[in-house]
């Protein structure tokens, strides 16, 4: 969840709309201007690419045995290791 929200926030400091309005308005305007509406664009592409992806690992042997062996270094390293940062992942957050 963490990745995922921090996935958005990136996205949404992109979005020129959202910028122009933070530096223009306090932060209750703020809320009221686009965000909201922004913030569901944001998150409509987000899981599109999602999609797009699982749809390519699911249909591509080569892709799924990639990443599987990208995601296995990377989890056994952190469940391993002891990494600062790593501790969501080790409580199964």
């Given at each position: 969840?963490?990745?995922?929200?921090?996935?958005?926030?990136?996205?949404?400091?992109?979005?020129?709309?959202?910028?122009?309005q933070a530096r223009n308005n306090?932060?209750?305007?703020?809320?009221?201007?686009?965000?909201?509406?922004?913030?569901?664009?944001?998150?409509?592409?987000?899981?599109?690419?999602?999609?797009?992806?699982?749809?390519?690992?699911?249909?591509?042997?080569?892709?799924?045995?990639?990443?599987?062996?990208?995601?296995?270094?990377?989890?056994?390293?952190?469940?391993?290791?002891?990494?600062?940062?790593?501790?969501?992942?080790?409580?199964g957050l």
């Amino acid at each position: 969840m963490v990745g995922y929200v921090t996935t958005i926030k990136e996205k949404l400091i992109e979005n020129e709309t959202i910028r122009e309005q933070a530096r223009n308005n306090t932060e209750e305007q703020f809320h009221m201007g686009d965000f909201k509406e922004i913030l569901l664009d944001t998150v409509i592409d987000a899981k599109d690419g999602h999609n797009r992806i699982s749809d390519q690992l699911l249909k591509d042997e080569r892709i799924f045995t990639a990443m599987q062996g990208l995601l296995g270094k990377m989890v056994y390293q952190a469940l391993t290791q002891g990494k600062p940062g790593d501790a969501n992942m080790r409580a199964g957050l």
